[in-house]
């Protein structure tokens, strides 16, 4: 009888090759995740318990549903990292606002425990490349340090806008400057690629959340006042649109198993 791990060693990569689309999409996720996580709790009265519940019951389905297929296929992958941005995103204004943990307490611990996450993914599979997302064991690693950078990017996006009072603008020209340093380090001086890689990841998510609070919010708190209802489905639709396309031309399929 054949091993789970032999089993999982002949599945195809589970997540899409890193091409523009993939930034793309990524950055349209994070802002979706903060501001669907406001237009649920806020604009159409949830509550913030319940909209957890809600959005973590759809995340653990998606993921159930993620983990049982054997090759990346965009829709499901997408929907997941969608969902998984706003519970990230609701991880955190729970610690914040439901049991008064700071800002910097939250940034800090999710920063400590994303490590965490990293060194015992590498400690036991020697490696964190997206390149090898080819078993069970290496895809929750993969899963669960995604969820972390969410909750991290909106811990560190909101210490940079609201606790510094630097302004949403301003926080998207931070984050998206310290992207631009990574792809800099990683193009020009050759830099790691997995690393750079995880970086970019990570900055992308309080970049996207930066983003969705400056459209969002109103003109008198910084904002361009669009709410949350308009920027949530623009951004959803906009994620729609790029993810059909390359459900159609395959343009993000990695197609050698072993990398």
């Given at each position: 009888m054949e091993s789970v791990t032999s089993i999982g060693r002949r599945m195809l990569n589970k997540v899409p090759e890193v091409t523009i689309f993939f930034w793309i999409i990524k950055i349209?996720?994070?802002?979706?995740?903060?501001?669907a996580a406001?237009?649920?709790?806020?604009t159409l009265g949830f509550g913030l318990t319940n909209t957890t519940y809600v959005m973590g019951a759809l995340l653990f389905a998606a993921l159930v549903y993620q983990f049982l297929l054997r090759k990346y296929v965009p829709w499901i992958y997408w929907l997941a990292v969608v969902l998984i941005s706003i519970v990230g995103t609701l991880i955190t204004d729970n610690l914040t606002d439901n049991l008064g943990v700071s800002l910097e307490t939250t940034t800090v611990v999710f920063s400590i425990?994303?490590?965490?996450?990293f060194a015992l993914w590498y400690w036991i599979e020697k490696t964190v490349s997206i390149h090898s997302i080819t078993t069970t064991r290496r895809e929750a690693f993969y899963w669960l340090a995604i969820l972390f950078t969410f909750a991290l990017g909106t811990a560190a996006g909101d210490l940079s806008a609201?606790?510094?009072?630097?302004g949403y603008l301003t926080s998207v020209g931070i984050f998206a400057g310290l992207i631009v340093l990574v792809t800099i380090l990683y193009y020009v001086f050759k830099r790691n690629a997995v690393l750079a890689f995880w970086l970019a990841y990570i900055l992308t998510r309080p970049l996207g959340a930066s983003i969705g609070d400056y459209l969002s919010q109103a003109q008198s708190d910084g904002g361009l006042g669009l709410g949350t209802t308009a920027t949530s489905f623009i951004f959803l639709g906009a994620i729609l649109i790029t993810v059909a396309y390359l459900a159609i031309s395959k343009r993000d399929v990695i197609s050698n198993m072993d990398r």
């Open positions: 349209l996720c994070t802002t979706v995740g903060e501001t406001d237009y649920l709790n806020e425990v994303l490590l965490i996450v609201e606790y510094f009072n630097l």
